[in-house]
């Protein structure tokens, strides 16, 4: 009790936020790989680091499996190469076959939201220079302790609201690079794996799992009316 405990964040300058804005994928790279879909059916899991994609450096980074629990890694090594799991491979290779394609209503919705500064309408994040700062007042001193305190968590819940903004923002810009790239080839596909539970996730962040203004950007490329 009374105990004051001190923390510490490091974030980047405005003018390192930028940079980072401006490197777009460049930046991404160092952090993490960052696996996009892919313009061809996924490959079939032959192996722990042998299927989704089709290009050795990037397949190798990806396993069949995404768990930190060896003996749970092994149980399913074994499986695999037994052949033991093919009703699974069965369906991630289904799943990685479904060709998928952008709406363009929903894609250019989002492209004008963007280029007409309306993020922060709806679901999408809104410009943090646009929440203001928390003030106090100017007899703060004279205040009692617990409505200083009032005070003081206020302008914490505001700074970390345009924390997450930022983060927003970053994911907002990426997510509609990665549309503008894949536009041009009209198809498009997911490679899937596993996670620790057995649950079946797409690889690319870039996915129909994401937010709604993510995934209203996907359609069936060979769609039928229901």
């Given at each position: 009790p009374g105990a004051v405990r001190l923390l510490v964040f490091v974030q980047l300058s405005e003018d390192g936020l930028a940079l980072f804005q401006d490197a777009g994928e460049a930046a991404v790279d160092f952090a993490r790989p960052a696996y996009l879909p892919m313009v061809v059916p996924s490959k079939r899991?032959?192996?722990w680091r042998d299927?989704?994609?089709?290009?050795?450096?990037?397949a190798e980074r990806v396993t069949f499996l995404i768990?930190?629990?060896k003996g749970r890694n092994k149980l399913v090594r074994e499986a695999l190469k037994a052949g033991?799991?093919?009703t699974i491979v069965d369906g991630l290779e289904h799943l990685g076959a479904t060709a998928f394609s952008l709406s363009v209503t929903a894609t250019e919705a989002l492209r004008f939201a963007v280029g007409t500064d309306m993020a922060g309408c709806g679901k999408l994040p809104a410009d943090p220079a646009t929440?203001?700062?928390a003030t106090f007042p100017a007899d703060y001193d004279q205040l009692s302790k617990e409505e200083q305190k009032g005070y003081r968590l206020k302008a914490s819940q505001v700074r970390k609201?345009?924390?997450s903004l930022t983060t927003d923002r970053i994911v907002l810009g990426r997510t509609l690079d990665v549309a503008n790239m894949i536009e041009p080839y009209g198809a498009f596909y997911l490679p899937h794996n596993l996670d620790w539970r057995g649950r079946v996730y797409p690889?690319?962040?870039?996915?129909?799992h994401r937010a709604d203004y993510v995934r209203g950007l996907f359609q069936?490329?060979?769609g039928f009316p229901l």
């Open positions: 899991w032959v192996g299927g989704s994609y089709l290009t050795a450096p990037v768990s930190y629990d033991q799991l093919s929440v203001a700062d609201l345009k924390r690889v690319p962040s870039f996915s129909h069936f490329a060979e």
